[in-house]
């Protein structure tokens, strides 16, 4: 009986000190929970618009913008989010391309085998975090053999209700990490506008939905690291430009996100195109190797031949026929995928429609925790090396974002 009390004592004691349950749980880690809320700009988190949130925000947290990858849109950047690096590195340079190396055409990039740098759900896991993923874009699956031990695909059967009933449940069954999407206000903006009735109804029943989840998820875990924030922002645009219209007498396939667009062609037909594009009011275009640097897109060959970005309230349309052109212009009231950056050449002037399309763009950011009070403007690359600082997560190799400075 005396070997076996200390043989307990001895299995008691190494628990504690290494801070692990009998199941290989890290108790001296925080719970941690990121949210991204599709579509919700920064200029529609604010006092009047999500005032419950506002206000558990200024009490126990810190607020800040993030800024977008580009194409500020919802694969890349929630990729961006989870793997720390730039689209022309982790792969996902767009929601759908052309990928000449395997002659296909990928209608959706939001899976795992497109995926070419560690997620940080991977990075977790690995380090043996017990890690949820509930509707992530590219969480559909392992990557080079490693998934999260709890990881569902995105439903759009399953309301951001039920979704936040989920995150509960793991964090109830000793989940650590948490990262979950919910919808925002990404089909409202699209459909209605960018802070249209309906905009601002979501907005309001986001607010109550999240902000009655927090108190009691904070009641049960009082230590737990909250982060909430968005893929992009949202413009109301209103003037269409037609790529294939206006380059009918080019061989081309065209994938337009509203703001921006990819073009492939032929190498003989490149700068007659760009010649075109870039006499057109409005419009900006440039061959892959020559995309500005500090758009992260030009070393990649999922890249378009030719990247094209529309000036607001300029956006581009990939329709053939009429009949798309109804289906498109029914989800193009509000529109993203502009320039996220606010100058694309450090040597010249800020342009002001450059400065016009990122202020639309960027990213609501939220932190709910401790009382760290305004955080300033940073990159979407920045939120994967935070949260994995915060569990002392080793990367598989460096990233290009930096953990963000107040929430170490």
């Given at each position: 009986?005396?070997?076996?009390?200390?043989?307990?004592?001895?299995?008691?004691?190494?628990?504690?000190?290494?801070?692990?349950?009998?199941?290989?749980?890290?108790?001296?880690?925080?719970?941690?929970?990121?949210?991204?809320?599709?579509?919700?700009?920064?200029?529609?988190?604010?006092?009047?618009?999500?005032?419950?949130?506002?206000?558990?925000?200024?009490?126990?947290?810190?607020?800040?913008?993030?800024?977008?990858?580009?194409?500020?849109?919802?694969?890349?950047?929630?990729?961006?989010?989870?793997?720390?690096?730039?689209?022309?590195?982790?792969?996902?340079?767009?929601?759908?391309?052309?990928?000449?190396?395997?002659?296909?055409?990928?209608?959706?990039?939001?899976?795992?085998?497109?995926?070419?740098?560690?997620?940080?759900?991977?990075?977790?896991?690995?380090?043996?975090?017990?890690?949820?993923?509930?509707?992530?874009?590219?969480?559909?699956?392992?990557?080079?053999?490693?998934?999260?031990?709890?990881?569902?695909?995105?439903?759009?059967?399953?309301?951001?209700?039920?979704?936040?009933?989920?995150?509960?449940?793991?964090?109830?069954?000793?989940?650590?990490?948490?990262?979950?999407?919910?919808?925002?206000?990404?089909?409202?903006?699209?459909?209605?506008?960018?802070?249209?009735?309906?905009?601002?109804?979501?907005?309001?029943?986001?607010?109550?939905?999240?902000?009655?989840?927090?108190?009691?998820?904070?009641?049960?875990?009082?230590?737990?690291?909250?982060?909430?924030?968005?893929?992009?922002?949202?413009?109301?645009?209103?003037k269409k430009i037609n790529l294939y219209r206006l380059l009918n007498e080019f061989d081309i396939k065209v994938f337009?996100?509203?703001?921006?667009?990819?073009?492939?062609?032929?190498?003989?037909?490149?700068?007659?195109?760009?010649?075109?594009?870039?006499?057109?009011?409005?419009?900006?275009?440039?061959?892959?190797?020559?995309?500005?640097?500090?758009?992260?897109?030009?070393?990649?060959?999922?890249?378009?031949?030719?990247?094209?970005?529309?000036?607001?309230?300029?956006?581009?349309?990939?329709?053939?026929?009429?009949?798309?052109?109804i289906s498109e212009i029914n989800g193009r009231r509000g529109a993203h995928s502009y320039i996220s950056t606010a100058?694309?050449?450090?040597?010249?002037?800020?342009?002001?429609?450059?400065?016009?399309?990122?202020?639309?763009?960027?990213?609501?950011?939220?932190?709910?925790?401790?009382?760290?009070g305004y955080l300033g403007t940073f990159d979407n690359i920045d939120i994967a090396p935070t949260i994995a600082e915060?569990?002392?997560?080793?990367?598989?190799?460096?990233?290009?974002?930096?953990?963000?400075?107040?929430?170490?």
């Amino acid at each position: 009986m005396k070997r076996l009390f200390y043989d307990l004592l001895f299995a008691l004691t190494l628990i504690v000190l290494t801070g692990n349950t009998i199941q290989g749980q890290t108790n001296l880690s925080p719970k941690v929970v990121l949210f991204s809320l599709d579509g919700i700009g920064v200029d529609q988190f604010n006092e009047q618009m999500m005032p419950r949130l506002w206000k558990i925000m200024k009490e126990t947290g810190g607020w800040g913008s993030s800024t977008p990858s580009n194409p500020a849109m919802t694969f890349p950047s929630h990729v961006s989010i989870a793997t720390g690096v730039h689209p022309e590195r982790h792969g996902i340079v767009s929601n759908s391309y052309y990928d000449s190396s395997a002659n296909e055409i990928v209608k959706s990039s939001a899976f795992v085998e497109y995926l070419s740098e560690e997620p940080l759900w991977v990075a977790s896991t690995r380090k043996g975090i017990r890690t949820a993923v509930y509707h992530w874009p590219c969480a559909t699956g392992a990557w080079k053999g490693i998934a999260p031990e709890v990881y569902k695909i995105f439903d759009k059967k399953v309301s951001d209700a039920e979704n936040l009933d989920r995150c509960s449940e793991g964090l109830s069954q000793g989940i650590q990490f948490v990262m979950a999407y919910l919808s925002g206000t990404d089909t409202e903006g699209h459909v209605y506008g960018a802070l249209s009735a309906e905009v601002l109804k979501k907005l309001k029943l986001t607010d109550d939905l999240l902000a009655d989840w927090i108190v009691v998820t904070r009641q049960k875990y009082p230590n737990i690291r909250i982060i909430l924030t968005s893929d992009h922002g949202m413009a109301s645009p209103t003037k269409k430009i037609n790529l294939y219209r206006l380059l009918n007498e080019f061989d081309i396939k065209v994938f337009a996100f509203g703001g921006s667009a990819f073009i492939y062609t032929k190498s003989d037909q490149i700068q007659n195109i760009l010649k075109k594009l870039n006499s057109t009011p409005g419009l900006r275009a440039w061959s892959r190797s020559d995309i500005p640097s500090e758009l992260h897109l030009r070393n990649n060959s999922r890249t378009g031949d030719i990247y094209v970005v529309a000036d607001l309230p300029n956006w581009l349309s990939d329709s053939k026929n009429d009949l798309e052109a109804i289906s498109e212009i029914n989800g193009r009231r509000g529109a993203h995928s502009y320039i996220s950056t606010a100058t694309i050449n450090p040597k010249m002037d800020q342009r002001k429609e450059d400065i016009q399309a990122s202020a639309s763009m960027a990213s609501f950011f939220v932190f709910i925790g401790k009382q760290v009070g305004y955080l300033g403007t940073f990159d979407n690359i920045d939120i994967a090396p935070t949260i994995a600082e915060w569990f002392s997560i080793k990367w598989d190799s460096p990233r290009d974002g930096k953990s963000i400075k107040l929430l170490k």
